[in-house]
């Protein structure tokens, strides 16, 4: 059965909704809301024990969405290994950056926020939220090359993992807030 939506999901299609990140269409159903037949998308996320009913007329502006193609993956593990960007605001602005790029449901956001909090065995502690933020977006990220690649998320962390130790390293010296200048030189 399809929708009457312009997205064509079936049942038992994986896919991606923003703040939640990797589902499974367990049904698309018609019920009963306010006296109108509406139909939805029953979407299923095994991982938080979750079912979430998404209208199908509204699964677009929703952001309900397939997984991510080949070339989009390619290019967030690309991401990982890049340099971080990180700016020199307050934490807790840069918290909700993080935040919304982590629910935008976008896997190259995703990814930036992974490559911008990752830190290696030689580098400072991170910060309680720092961690929290970092580890929420890497598990989002692994969910979904894990599902889009067709292997387990162990596998999808080990992937994440290589491409962050290949990841240019940061000098020692600069500090780990440098500004846009002190990445350029």
Not at 16 to 45: D, R
Not at 85 to 108: H, V
Not at 119 to 136: G, H, K, M, N
Request: proline share 3%.
């Amino acid at each position: 059965m399809t929708s009457k939506s312009g997205l064509e999901f079936k049942v038992g299609d994986a896919v991606v909704y923003p703040a939640h990140g990797v589902g499974k269409v367990a049904a698309i159903e018609t019920q009963e809301v306010a006296g109108m037949s509406l139909e939805v998308y029953v979407v299923t996320f095994d991982h938080e024990k979750m079912t979430l009913r998404v209208p199908t007329k509204k699964a677009a502006s929703a952001g309900l969405r397939t997984l991510a193609a080949d070339d989009t993956v390619t290019k967030a593990l690309t991401t990982l290994k890049g340099r971080a960007r990180i700016k020199r605001t307050m934490w807790s602005r840069r918290a909700q950056e993080y935040e919304a790029k982590i629910n935008s449901g976008d896997l190259i956001s995703i990814a930036e926020v992974v490559r911008d909090l990752y830190r290696a065995d030689t580098q400072p502690e991170q910060s309680y939220s720092e961690r929290q933020l970092y580890e929420s977006a890497l598990d989002r990220m692994a969910r979904e090359v894990a599902a889009a690649n067709g292997i387990d998320k162990d596998a999808a962390i080990a992937l994440l993992s290589k491409s962050l130790a290949a990841k240019k390293p940061v000098a020692a010296a600069a500090p780990v807030e440098a500004d846009d200048e002190a990445e350029a030189a």
